[in-house]
């Protein structure tokens, strides 16, 4: 007599094993049915919550073969306390990659306009633009964009992006990107008047960005309708300190320094 296994689905119908994985707190998934991506924040009754980029949460069945890991297809368990950590985020998002090394800078950049635009762009994706070999330049204005273009003499393997404050219909920086029309550049923008407020309020404990009346500086009208000391540059160091990841800014800034990102690296 033959023995037989119970299991009588041809071997070439059969899905091959994947490997379990415990759901950690900021382990970054793809829902395989959906494509939300997100990062682990909460494991309970058969369940996982994740939460993409922009702070949208959305719970998930943890079924088998269920989730996509580095592209990589898997089954999502629940962690145990000895279970070894896993990699965290970076201020970005992105999954950190520990022991990296700083890749030789492209030939391509990112300009962005003023000092306080470099520094965030450095502080939540530094370590993405590292990883890359890209490196983050700072406009005086853009005035000069077209003459700053001209003399970076952009190609297919040196592609320059901009992020404009301000960047409205019928303003003067828009008019300004239209003139840029090179296919190696990309201008991209954000809607408020300095970056400073695409800080979140709420990562800062106040209820709101105050409104400045037209023909006053702006940083000046924010310290002094927020009872800061008139020093906007100790205002912006005070700003800068409470944003510790991307969660802390508007998805409208963060979704165009998303955008340079791959297209310089396209």
């Known amino acids: 007599m033959r023995s037989y296994s119970p299991d009588l689905t041809p071997p070439w119908k059969r899905s091959a094993p994947v490997p379990e994985v415990?759901?950690?707190?900021?382990?970054?998934?793809?829902?395989v049915s959906t494509g939300f991506c997100g990062a682990v924040i909460r494991c309970?009754?058969?369940?996982?919550?994740?939460?993409?980029?922009?702070?949208k949460h959305r719970v998930f069945p943890m079924e088998p073969r269920g989730f996509l890991l580095e592209g990589r297809l898997v089954t999502l368990v629940r962690p145990s306390s000895g279970t070894p950590a896993r990699p965290t985020r970076t201020a970005s998002g992105s999954v950190a990659v520990p022991g990296s090394r700083a890749r030789v800078a492209r030939a391509g950049r990112i300009y962005v306009e003023g000092r306080h635009d470099a520094e965030l762009v450095e502080k939540v994706w530094g370590d993405d633009l590292r990883i890359e070999g890209v490196v983050v330049e700072y406009l005086e204005g853009v005035d000069d964009l077209p003459a700053v273009v001209a003399e970076f003499a952009p190609a297919a393997d040196a592609r320059l992006g901009v992020?404009?404050?301000?960047?409205?219909?019928?303003?003067?920086?828009?008019?300004?990107?239209?003139?840029?029309?090179?296919?190696?550049?990309l201008v991209v923008g954000h809607p408020y008047i300095d970056v400073w407020e695409a800080v979140k309020p709420s990562s800062l404990g106040i209820p709101a960005w105050p409104s400045v009346p037209r023909g006053q500086d702006w940083k000046t009208g924010v310290c002094r309708a927020l009872g800061w000391p008139p020093n906007t540059g100790a205002a912006w160091q005070h700003i800068l300190s409470r944003v510790n990841s991307y969660k802390d800014l508007e998805p409208a800034l963060l979704g165009r320094v998303e955008e340079l990102i791959d297209f310089v690296t396209a």
């Open 22 to 31: 415990p759901a950690e707190p900021d382990l970054v998934v793809e829902e």
């Open 44 to 55: 309970e009754a058969g369940t996982v919550t994740l939460e993409d980029r922009f702070g």
């Open 163 to 185: 992020l404009v404050d301000h960047l409205v219909p019928g303003s003067k920086e828009t008019r300004i990107a239209e003139s840029v029309t090179d296919p190696h550049v």
